[in-house]
């Protein structure tokens, strides 16, 4: 829905990659790949579930994507369709999947490898009244945890409703705009879409967890629209200075797993892509498993 809004007169992205040669390619051909939302635990399969439902949010954000655009004003329910996609948008990339994800996986199996955590969940399954021997919890943790580790899909997609329901309320918190880019100036788009920034003391440090007071989230809708939202004490422009259109793009470059996209072809494009691509690493410089 978003890449075929920055395709180019012929119909065609432009795709950067990190030192490899500029391609053109279409919107479809860089969206699909088979079973990535698929995994199999204990012989039962996801049968496709989590696909249809990504694909109803994002048939439903659709029809609210050009209100968007537009700064219209939106119903409450619209709202909730927007934010809804936005939160899904971020969860559901290849980059969440082998960077979030790992390093969630790595901090349960530290967590359950601990000699006090069967206990605990014993007490906890005690209060909620099921009483369960200590050998039947051990042997759920171990399958559980066995399921995560041999399947990359396991966490990352058995997740993603939890993660957006959880990402939901910071966005509708916000304050929401749509910032144009000024004449002769472009927004670029990535398969990691969804960027954030913490604004403390006039600076911007990328990669702030949504829930935090001061944190920005963006998502390019067209190389002429990005669309923010804010805390409510900052202040932004209808349009931008071509000096924050080129810091956004460096954003969107660093947040960047695999590719960059553009509706043209651009010698300082490919030299920003080389340079600054997936600088934004989540579980390291980004997201970190301690932060909102």
């Known amino acids: 829905m978003l890449l075929s809004r920055f395709v180019g007169s012929d119909g065609r ?25 698929e995994f199999e635990v204990r012989g039962k399969k996801t049968e496709n579930r989590y696909e249809q439902w990504l694909s109803h949010i994002e048939g439903d954000a659709a029809s609210v994507l050009e209100s968007i655009v537009q700064r219209r004003q939106i ?13 899904s948008l971020f969860g559901r990339t290849r980059k969440v999947r082998s960077q979030i994800s790992d390093a969630m996986v ?60 959880i990402l939901l309320p910071s966005l509708l918190s916000r304050h ?20 954030t920034i913490e604004v403390r003391d006039g600076q911007a440090f990328p990669g702030a967890g ?25 202040n932004w422009k209808r349009v931008a200075d071509p000096s924050g ?26 030299v920003l892509v080389n340079v600054e691509i997936d600088t934004i690493v989540f579980g390291k410089n980004a997201f970190l498993p301690n932060t909102t």
Not at 14 to 20: A, G
Not at 210 to 234: C, D, M, Q, W, Y
Not at 258 to 268: G, I, L, Q, T
């Open 176 to 195: 929401w705009h749509t910032i144009e880019a000024p004449a002769d100036n472009r927004f670029l788009i990535s398969d990691c879409p969804v960027l």
């Open 210 to 234: 949504f829930g935090k007071e001061n944190t920005v989230v963006l998502l390019p809708l067209s190389p002429k629209h990005i669309f923010v939202a804010s805390p409510r004490h900052l």
């Open 75 to 87: 119903s409450n329910r619209d709202a909730e369709i927007w934010g809804t996609f936005v939160a």
């Open 13 to 37: 992205l432009w795709v950067y990659s990190k030192d490899r040669p500029v391609r053109q390619s279409k919107p479809e051909n860089e969206c699909v790949e088979r079973d990535f939302f």
């Open 106 to 165: 790595r901090g349960i199996r530290k967590e359950t490898d601990d000699p006090n955590f069967i206990r605990d969940m014993q007490y906890w399954l005690l209060q909620r009244g099921e009483l369960h021997v200590a050998e039947d919890v051990k042997r759920m943790v171990t399958e559980t945890r066995a399921a995560m580790e041999e399947s990359p899909s396991f966490y990352h997609v058995s997740a993603l409703p939890n993660r957006v329901r």
């Open 245 to 270: 259109v080129r810091n956004i793009n460096r954003l969107i470059v660093q947040f960047a797993h695999k590719n960059v996209y553009a509706n043209a072809s651009s010698e300082d494009v490919r």
